[in-house]
């Protein structure tokens, strides 16, 4: 999370991470080597990650959420070829309610078709939160097996730093930011990368410094293998599970920051029907009885963070097990 | 104790130190001309000259910085221009409605959430479990704004239960005020009720686990006493831990939706900080938000150190 989270939501996972390792620990007591995932044959390997595909295909919450994205994903790649109106310059009667003159969810309070705008606005956003959210992944990885595997005085400096960036909230940060360098998709794009770069460090972080204990990275050391040998090939194919969750759950967030900067006038620009400036721009409304034009982007923004954060749940369980 | 608490508070100072900093490369890193971007675009050379000398902003940076470092310790941040007021009182006015908002919020979620949360840590890996645990990623993944709005229209206008915005009239008794701050406060508890929620159930999950916890069973203590002696006060360490961050959070991060009420709080003053490019202002009040963060996991740490001797030991010792 933003709550996202610079949010509690990481810390959330740290602590379900903690109940998991007890649980693990009785594993290991009973002689099974869980930590060492290290599989020998090719073969294994494939068993292994059909196995795991499996067991998501068997979550509820994993089938619920890949078809809440796969909608998502049609409008944003469909755009305004498969909406029923031109979203930004078909003008209707203004303020037709859901239902009414062939308007499914009505009109706004320009007459634009709601239905359109609603599904055109998936594109900036489900474009620029992964892209945001593969770069914090990235660097955060990378700073993460730095950090955990060398730890030192680099370690010390890194993680205290980064301490400092998530005593604020993300959205506030990234507010000074665009307020400084004005809210360009790049600018916006950049930010939400920068701000999450630290939050996956430390739970990559985390990660690593579990992995770097373990007699495998011991016994390659002892062989001679290099830091960078050892961090890209022993250790990373064993925390990978950890940061494809960490990359699903920052998509989630990328997702919840962006609206929230549009909605601030502080990200996407008019008249870009992107749902949190939709919602800025109608919020206002609502008190008048127009919920229409609020509540379906609002409904759309719910839909798309929930349905990401079940596919990013169900992965987690699965990896984790 | 004593040593703890110390160490604890030099970390704190060591990390405010580095939040300072990374405000003011942030706001440096590029250049910039504040004087101009005030006066516009159309108005004459000398009236940005005065303006930049009256913001400080042609002194060398190291100058500046120094300044910036001064006025974090005596919360002296000159005068907004935007407001012609003290950036000070300015802050602490907010901060105080903030306040109300947040500890309503948080009088509201709190129960509930330790309650859920225990709750489906009891009967783990049931549907009770699982609903609670879905409800909470649910509510938690949705922004406060969303939320909000949905809220607004249900409860405030649909039904007309509540007042659709946070402004009480003038002159409202500390009750009736509270009835205008009822709407915002439940779209806080539909964000934080997942993360406590889960938090709690994690923690309890691990305590029930525990070897303490089955000798405690082993004894014949009643369940409730089990529970109240031995599980809770081990498994709510992490949950306070996290409304420690939590309160952090909410006194700077509900900008989104304080503009959705209306209602005027430190959240409030950010957005129009933000949109009337006031940067000494919204600088002094990220500075505030890490402070309060501060303080608040400072106080959650030490709860934490009070109910967990090894906890204190272990973070002394390190």
């Known amino acids: 999370m933003n709550i996202p989270l610079p949010d509690p939501a990481s810390a959330a996972a740290v602590v379900d991470e903690q109940a998991e390792v007890a649980a693990h620990d009785e594993l290991i007591l009973a002689g099974t080597p869980v930590g060492t995932k290290t599989f020998d044959t090719r073969a294994e390997r494939r068993q292994a990650r059909k196995e795991r595909l499996q067991l998501l295909i068997r979550r509820p919450g994993f089938i619920v959420g890949v078809l809440i994205l796969a909608v998502w994903i049609v409008c944003a790649i469909g755009g305004y070829r498969i909406t029923p109106y031109d979203p930004i310059n078909d003008f209707a009667r203004p303020n037709l309610p859901p239902g009414s003159g062939g308007h499914i969810l009505g009109t706004d309070q320009l007459g634009r078709d709601v239905l359109s705008r609603v599904m055109a606005g998936a594109r900036d956003v489900l474009i620029a939160a992964p892209i945001a959210a593969v770069i914090s992944v990235a660097f955060g990885s990378l700073f993460g097996l730095l950090m955990g595997y060398y730890r030192g005085w680099l370690d010390d400096v890194l993680s205290r730093i980064i301490e400092a960036l998530l005593s604020i909230p993300v959205i506030l940060v990234a507010l000074l930011i665009t307020t400084v360098l004005g809210s360009s998709r790049l600018v916006v794009v950049g930010t939400v990368a920068l701000l999450f770069t630290p939050i996956v460090t430390r739970t990559i972080r985390a990660a690593v410094l579990a992995e770097a204990q373990l007699d495998y990275v011991t016994s390659a050391k002892l062989r001679g293998e290099s830091g960078f040998f050892i961090m890209t090939r022993e250790i990373m194919p064993n925390i990978t599970g950890t940061m494809v969750v960490e990359l699903t759950v920052r998509i989630g967030y990328a997702v919840f920051t962006m609206a929230t900067l549009s909605f601030l006038g502080a990200g996407i620009q008019p008249p870009s029907p992107d749902w949190g400036l939709t919602i800025s721009e109608t919020y206002r409304l609502i008190q008048s009885g127009q919920w229409w034009p609020t509540l379906f982007p609002a409904l ?15 992965i987690e369980a699965v990896v984790t097990t | 104790m004593t040593r703890y608490v110390l160490r604890r508070l030099a970390l704190s100072v060591v990390t405010l ?64 221009f935007q407001f012609s007021r003290p950036v000070g009182d300015l802050l602490w006015a907010a901060l105080l409605r903030s306040a109300k908002l947040v500890a309503l919020g948080l009088f509201l979620t709190i129960p509930i959430s330790i309650a859920a949360g225990v709750f489906a840590a009891r009967r783990r890996n049931t549907s009770a479990d699982r609903s609670v645990v879905t409800l909470g990623l649910a509510s938690s993944s949705i922004p406060d704004f969303v939320s909000g709005v949905t809220l607004q229209y249900i409860i405030g206008v649909k039904l007309g239960l509540l007042p659709v915005l946070a402004v009480p009239p003038r002159g409202a008794g500390p009750l009736e005020e509270l009835e205008y701050l009822l709407l915002p406060a439940f779209a806080i508890v539909v964000v934080y009720f997942g993360y406590i929620a889960r938090m709690t159930r994690a923690g309890t999950i691990q305590a029930l686990d525990a070897d303490y916890t089955r000798t405690a069973v082993m004894k014949g203590l009643s369940t409730r006493r089990v529970l109240s002696r031995h599980v809770l006060r081990n498994a709510l360490q992490p949950t306070v831990s996290v409304i420690g961050t939590s309160v952090g959070y909410l006194f700077g991060g509900l900008v989104a939706l304080e503009l959705i009420f209306n209602y005027p709080g ?28 501060m303080v608040f996991t400072l106080i959650a740490d030490l709860i934490i150190a009070w109910m967990n001797p090894r906890a204190r030991l272990e973070a002394a010792g390190s």
Do not use: C, H, M, W
Request: aromatic share 8%; hydrophobic share 50%.
């Open chain 2, 266 to 293: 430190l959240g409030s003053l950010i957005y129009t900080a933000a949109s009337r490019k006031d940067i000494p202002l919204l600088s002094a009040a990220v500075i505030l938000v890490g402070i309060i963060y």
């Open chain 1, 300 to 314: 759309a923004i719910a839909s798309l963070v929930i349905a990401t954060n079940l596919v990013a749940d169900s």
């Open chain 2, 17 to 80: 130190f580095l939040l300072v900093t990374i405000v003011f490369l942030i706001v440096n890193v590029f250049p910039d001309d504040p004087g101009r971007r005030i006066a516009g675009p159309f108005a004459p050379q000398e009236t940005v000259d005065l303006l930049n000398e009256r913001l400080g902003a042609d002194d060398p940076l190291p100058v500046q910085y120094g300044r910036l470092l001064r006025s974090t310790v005596t919360f002296d941040f000159g005068d907004s």
